[in-house]
């Protein structure tokens, strides 16, 4: 009984596996991701510029990373852990989309996630004519 005891506290006290974001959080930064694709925005690491899907691809990379490890608890802990700067030489990332001066990834995808949640609490534009 006691070996058993001592097994179940020991199991107890290790740490959790793999954990997904939680949807909502998988939703936003997904939406995210989106908007860098779809604005075709550039992003430099380490001092080479990646097109808007090859940034898209490492990004996911990363977040599949802190998931196994089971670190993702909002899109803002995204942002700050996998997609501001290099997880090898520490270089902040940055984004060009368009004619747009580069600015911080980090700045970029707050203020995209910003709009984000503003359009999503937005009250339906009403139908014309009533």
């Known amino acids: ?18 954990a997904p974001a939680a949807p909502a959080v998988r939703a936003e930064i997904d939406g995210l991701l989106t908007e860098l694709q779809r604005q075709q925005c550039r992003l430099q690491r380490n001092g080479s510029w990646h097109s808007a899907d090859e940034a898209r691809q490492h990004m996911l990379r990363k977040l599949a990373y802190l998931e196994d490890r089971g670190t993702v608890a909002s899109a803002e802990q995204f942002i700050e852990q996998a997609a501001s700067q290099s997880s090898s030489s520490g270089k902040a990332y940055q984004v060009q989309c368009g004619a747009a001066p580069a600015q911080p990834s980090r700045d970029w995808l707050l203020a995209a996630l910003r709009a984000q949640r503003q359009a999503k609490s937005a009250p339906p534009a009403s139908a014309p004519g009533r």
């Open 1 to 18: 009984m006691q070996r058993l005891i001592a097994t179940l506290a020991l199991l107890l006290a290790l740490p959790a596996g793999a």
